[in-house]
């Protein structure tokens, strides 16, 4: 399908179909070929891939990286996204970086031959660590990522014990020539970061944006939200048109991500699913 307009990416939860982030089975059940044709016929220009997903595809299907990224350019699919590191802002003696260590490695490895725009990292096992030391190890592990052409997005998140705001957010990325923000619609809007505060930021600080609606106040614990309850745009109460168009007027021109983790998506049959979250992210997009 030829698209106009916007791109738009589709994270790995988009396409995953019934999987347990966090919690269980992660690798999708579903055929990678016939998703990545999908995602393209509705319109979709990228996708994300986590690790797991694709050492699943290496060792269980006897695929390799360089077939994976065959497949994305039979279907036309240009952006890739990779996940997620979450003990890099750790100390280099802390053993949960170093059981992590692997995991960075084959990232950095997969980026390199899928040609991955940028890799995703966060801290959503919520270490506790000051922004100066954490600042200081993004820019570590973005020189490594330069060396294989690949940018890294920091995505802040109200799960972050370090990151209370935006300015804490941008103190991490600071001075990193290869790195920035990934800004997530949803967790914006859970950490309270006002639409108008996002003008002020520089095309610079913005390594790539995500789409997900969902509710301010809710009963459900923010862990459990965050990957069982989000919504897909229009259906939800974040102001999705004002963190577009302050992205917009801050200079970010990239493709934009759409992220729905919901245990109700996961749920829905694959075409059924993939349409209605482009369409609906493009009705966001197209304003």
């Known amino acids: 399908m030829t698209t106009d307009g916007p791109e738009l990416l589709a994270s790995y939860w988009l396409h995953a179909g019934d999987t347990a982030p966090a919690v269980g089975r992660e690798w999708s059940a ?19 891939l986590t690790h797991t997903e694709l050492r699943h595809r290496l060792t269980e299907h006897g695929e390799t990286l360089a077939d994976l990224r065959s497949v994305l350019d039979r279907h036309g699919l240009t952006h890739v996204e990779l996940e997620i590191l979450n003990a890099w802002l750790l100390p280099r003696a802390d053993e949960r970086r170093e059981r ?16 991955a725009a940028h890799l995703k990292v966060g801290n959503f096992d919520g270490h506790r660590v000051p922004l100066a030391d954490a600042a200081a190890r993004f820019r570590t ?7 294989v052409d690949t940018a890294v997005g920091f995505e802040p998140s109200p799960v972050d014990p370090n990151v209370d705001s935006l300015d804490d957010a941008l103190a991490v990325v600071e001075g990193a020539a290869n790195g920035g923000l990934l800004l997530d619609s949803w967790h ?7 639409t108008e505060r996002l003008r002020d930021l520089d095309a610079s600080d913005i390594v790539a944006a995500e789409l997900a609606d969902g509710r301010y106040d809710t009963d459900v614990e923010t862990a459990t939200e965050m990957v069982d309850h989000r919504e897909l745009p229009g259906d939800g ?31 829905r049959p694959m075409e059924q699913a993939y349409r209605q979250a482009y369409e609906t992210a493009m009705a966001v997009l197209r304003r």
């Open 141 to 147: 592990l973005c020189e490594r990522a330069a060396a």
């Open 188 to 194: 914006l809007a859970k950490l309270g970061v006002p």
């Open 237 to 267: 109460e974040f102001d999705l048109d004002g963190f577009v168009s302050a992205l917009r007027r801050a200079g970010y021109a990239g493709p934009w991500g759409h992220e729905i983790l919901s245990a109700e998506y996961r749920q």
């Open 30 to 48: 579903w055929d990678f070929e016939t998703r990545v044709q999908r995602l393209a016929e509705v319109g979709f220009t990228g996708i994300g």
């Open 100 to 115: 992590e260590r692997e995991t960075r490695e084959f990232l950095l490895s997969a980026a390199e031959t899928l040609d």
